[in-house]
């Protein structure tokens, strides 16, 4: 096999591979539960590992775990086997990391609210319009005391102070409602009942540890375990455009590579946008048109094409489409948009061979070297050399005792920042009222002079400046395009 391709399937008659350089004009994988989809996203993730490019790929079902272990060639697989004339076929386990937004099932995966920014927090809050004014405000009252927001409690302590001295802020910044405050508080009380308080804080993490080579050159593959995080959509949603926006925000430009310097794979793609408002999926476009300059491929994985915004669909090149059935109206209309997104084949009756696809059928096109799609062909897909099913609990604590990232984000940091600085303000006038009692006078010792309210805020603002080196406050809201300052 070309060692510039990374073979998906094929027939009798030919191979069907996806070229390497043009990997990271993203790419699609849709299909009805069950039809197979899943192995197609491990047989993928492979492939692009054994090329040297690692993946990032979020487990909804716990299945995608097994790229740890070897397969075991089932009769069916070896038929395939046979049948494809897979010559350098070979079982084996891929290097693997696994994490865990709450750190259950792999290493906890952690970022600040500061860097996750108003927008994406306003988004997974669902505010109204005054709500989300008042957030952007207490992130720009932040940046202008010199408060770090690294978790929830920082959070909700700069949104208390904001609604305390709302009258005092209001030229500067606007009306900040007490009441809209109050309900921005009981949303986040949901919102960490949900988890969120474990996702938000530090020590965050950083994205060369999903961009890892193995000893052997292999592509690293971070699978995220998606099993709980997937009752929470929002929160689910929330990560993965972070994470896209991170990657834009800090990769430099490379042009169109040999090969991707990393690919994910997103699985229940539709979550991403989902009830999300326009502004922010017109955002999340120009940042997946723009992000293949940086040399990262971006793979949805859902359903149907439909549960892609449009403008975001037409970015994605490389197609692999699973059976779909047409049971209603709805069903047969989602049957012919897969079929009509496909280059079409003279001999291919592409809406018909949608709904009679088997159980590791597609129907594939892929981009050819001159960036067009190739007619659309049925294919069988290839095996994957990795297990097909999870890790047991066993298995999973055993890898992880052996991880290359054991310790270094299991134990959440908590540092000075917003909490730990707005508690001493408050704490100064009680401090300065007992200084001023005649007790205390009459044991006052005399030297060094008490520090005023105002030299005590002033020290503290100090303090929390230069422990960000003097630059803002990180801020992302999703990536550049979007107005993120550094």
């Known amino acids: 096999m070309d060692q510039n391709k990374l073979r998906i399937g094929g027939n009798p008659q030919h191979s069907i591979a996806l070229y390497l350089r043009m990997a990271n004009r993203h790419g699609l994988i849709t299909g009805a539960t069950g039809t197979g989809k899943t192995v197609t996203l ?35 697989i070896q038929q395939r086997v046979t049948l494809l004339n897979l010559q350098h076929y070979n079982p084996r386990a891929y290097s693997t990391l696994l994490w ?18 108003p927008m994406l927090l306003a988004n997974l809050l669902e505010l109204n319009e005054t709500q989300t ?9 932040a940046d202008d005391q010199g408060l770090l927001l690294l978790d929830m409690k920082d959070l ?9 001295n709302g ?14 405050v109050a309900a921005i508080q009981r949303k986040l009380l949901m919102l960490e009942q949900q988890g969120a308080e474990q996702f938000f804080g530090e020590p965050q993490i950083a994205l060369p540890d999903l961009m890892q080579t193995d000893f052997s050159g292999n592509g690293v593959i971070s699978i995220l375990d998606a099993t709980t995080l997937m009752t929470q959509p929002k929160l689910y949603a929330m990560f993965l455009l972070w994470l896209i926006a991170e990657l834009f925000e800090q990769l430099p430009e490379i042009g169109d590579p040999d090969k991707p310097r990393l690919v994910f794979f997103f699985d229940e793609a539709h979550l991403l946008f989902d009830h999300a408002p326009k502004a922010l999926v017109d955002k999340v476009e120009q940042v997946v048109r723009l992000i293949r300059s940086k040399g990262v491929g971006i793979y949805f994985v859902t359903q149907s094409p439909l549960d892609i915004p449009e403008d ?29 997104t496909f280059r079409s ?14 159980v590791g059928e597609a129907l594939v096109s892929v981009l050819d070297l001159q960036g067009r799609p190739t007619p659309v062909e049925r294919v069988m897909v290839c095996p994957p050399e990795s297990r097909i099913g999870p890790l047991s609990d066993s298995e999973r604590s055993e890898l992880l005792s052996r991880s290359p990232l054991k310790g270094r984000y299991d134990t959440a ?36 002079p008490r520090q005023t309210i105002v030299e005590a805020m002033a020290k503290s603002a100090a303090r929390s400046i230069g422990s960000s080196l003097g630059r803002q406050i990180v801020r992302g809201i999703l990536g550049s395009l979007l107005g993120k300052r550094r």
């Not at 865990?100 to 920014?117: C, E, F, K, N, Q």
């Not at 009258?167 to 809209?180: E, P, T």
């Not at 084949?345 to 088997?358: F, M, Q, R, W, Y």
């Open 133 to 141: 004014g008042i957030v952007f405000a207490a992130f720009k009252i």
């Open 100 to 117: 865990d937004l709450y750190g259950h099932r792999g290493h906890p995966i952690r970022a600040t609210v500061s860097d996750m920014g």
């Open 312 to 340: 975001i669909l037409g970015q994605l090149g490389n197609r692999v489409q699973h059976a779909l059935r047409a049971f209603t109206p709805k069903d047969q209309k989602a049957v012919k948009a897969a079929a009509e």
């Open 42 to 76: 491990q047989v993928m993730a492979e492939g692009f590992a054994r090329a040297g490019v690692p993946v990032f790929l979020a487990d909804v079902k716990g299945d995608l775990s097994g790229l740890a272990k070897n397969g075991t060639p089932s009769d069916k």
């Open 345 to 358: 084949n003279p001999n291919l009756d592409t809406a018909k061979v949608i709904s009679e696809l088997g």
């Open 413 to 448: 940091l908590d540092r000075e920042s917003a909490y730990e600085l707005l508690k001493q303000r408050a704490d100064e006038p009680l401090k300065q009222t007992a200084a001023s009692s005649p007790a205390a006078k009459s044991s006052r010792r005399p030297g060094r």
């Open 156 to 164: 909700r302590a700069m949104l208390a102070w904001v609604a305390d």
């Open 167 to 180: 009258k005092s802020l209001q030229n500067a910044y606007g009306n900040l409602s007490a009441s809209s």
